[in-house]
């Protein structure tokens, strides 16, 4: 008769086969503990956000780049930069010394001193520039108010109190009266719209231009 003691110590190989995989499994449902409540929380964040990242022009296209020192990306941004195509790859460039999330309207942002460059088809360029702007990102609308002024690459200027800019399609219209000077005269109208597929730029009326007449003395020439 084999002692007792003979056994001490032994677990037949089927029994320790056993014990190794309730052990692993011990380690699965313990890593599944932590893991699918980190996955849950990750999934409804991304549902949240899921509308704001979906792109609702696929023909527009906006970049924010982050401004200089002190810029809290969180809820305002220093020497802040929105760089982006309208819906004909034509390029455009927001531009404002703060800007600042509206925390009544999150796809707002309220700029300081914003200036927009855009491009026209023929590839002049217009800038308008005022002292506060509002920026709806979703819609691509640009709203400006206080001293709105509108350069052009033709050495005109003309300003007025408000403006509308559809950063989409390139547009730009005011219904404030509108004082314009140039090489040609001083220009007086009730409004403007900037027609950006025509390269043109239309006065609502009723209109008055004081013509200089040194701007026109050679065209017979």
Known sequence: MKSPSAF??????GSRLVAIDLARHSRLVGWLKVALPVLAVSLLGLVAVWPQLQTRDPGFRLTVVAGGD???EASRMVNARFVGTDREGQP?????????????????????????????NDGRWLALSAEVGRFHRGEGMLTLSGDVALYSDNGYEFRT????????TGAASGTRPVVGQGAYGVLHAEGFRLDRASGRLRFVGPVAMTVYPAATAGEGD
């Open 8 to 13: 001490v110590g032994r677990i037949p190989t």
């Open 70 to 72: 002190g810029a809290d």
């Open 92 to 120: 455009f460039t927001v531009t404002a010394d703060n800007a600042e999330r509206d925390p009544e309207a999150l796809e707002v942002v309220v700029l300081s001193r914003p200036t927009a460059d855009l491009t026209l």
């Open 161 to 168: 109190e408000a403006a509308d800019v559809d950063l989409r």
